[in-house]
């Protein structure tokens, strides 16, 4: 059983096109979290949330959106993409948020924007 | 958002030998302290938890905080091949809410 699994894998598409990526974990987490790793492996939170609600937003332009339906559930939705957008995109989850909460990541979805 | 800084690499050390990785941090609030590893192509595991000032020894790997210098660091002991990989250490900031990666540190082990 994966713990927190996203989808796709891989995302290529064309400058300007919208497209999502979705996230769910069966850990019974109640934190999620999207991260960002650019080609040179540098790792930044973009969004955080604890059952449902949105507790982190990192200066991320608006075309990023997330939604969490439920506590299980996080998903990205990017418009407009811009070739800057192109990163590994890490999905992520914990028990809580705090101080010694072990982050339980995806694999990842390899976003190539052409 | 503070800084965590690591000295990207790569670290090569031969296989058996202590590989040292080092982390330095700017939020003097923070109170917890990650290191995660990343394999090429994979997701980041976290491998060790620090919250004292001190070391703190699991198996082969000991980290290692002094939270008056802000400098973390992470032995791993014998290293083998299989430890090649990029570590990243993070800081729990933002009262508890955000963990912030460094740049991550290139560990080779040569057989």
């Known amino acids: 059983d994966t713990a927190v699994s996203q989808t796709p894998k891989y995302l290529v598409t064309q400058m300007g096109n919208d497209k999502s990526i979705k996230c769910e974990q069966n850990?019974?987490?109640?934190?999620m979290y999207w991260y960002k790793q650019d080609s040179k492996k540098f790792l930044k939170i973009m969004f955080s949330?604890?059952?449902?609600?949105?507790?982190i937003n990192e200066t991320v332009p608006n075309r990023f959106s997330p939604k969490s339906p439920d506590k299980a559930h996080l998903n990205l939705h990017i418009n407009s993409l811009e070739l800057g957008d192109s990163a590994v995109y890490f999905c992520?989850?914990?028990?809580?948020?705090?101080?010694?909460?072990?982050?339980?990541f995806g694999s990842g979805t390899q976003l190539s924007v052409l | 958002q503070k800084e965590v800084e690591q000295n990207s690499g790569p670290l090569s050390v031969p296989e058996g030998a202590i590989a040292s990785l080092n982390c330095t941090y700017s939020?003097?609030?923070?109170?917890?302290f990650f290191w995660y590893r990343q394999y090429s192509g994979k997701s980041p595991e976290l491998i060790m938890s620090i919250y004292s000032n001190g070391d703190k020894e699991d198996g082969r790997f000991t980290a290692q905080l002094n939270k008056a210098s802000q400098y973390v660091s992470l032995l791993i002991r014998d290293s083998q091949p299989s430890d090649s990989a990029t570590y990243l250490c993070?800081?729990?900031?933002?009262?508890?809410?955000?963990?912030?990666f460094g740049a991550g540190t290139i560990l080779r082990v040569k057989s």
């Open positions: 850990l019974g987490h109640d934190t």
């Open positions: 939020d003097r609030g923070s109170q917890s």
């Open positions: 949330y604890n059952n449902k609600e949105l507790i």
């Open positions: 992520a989850s914990s028990l809580r948020q705090g101080i010694n909460e072990k982050l339980f």
């Open positions: 993070a800081s729990l900031q933002g009262d508890g809410n955000k963990l912030v």
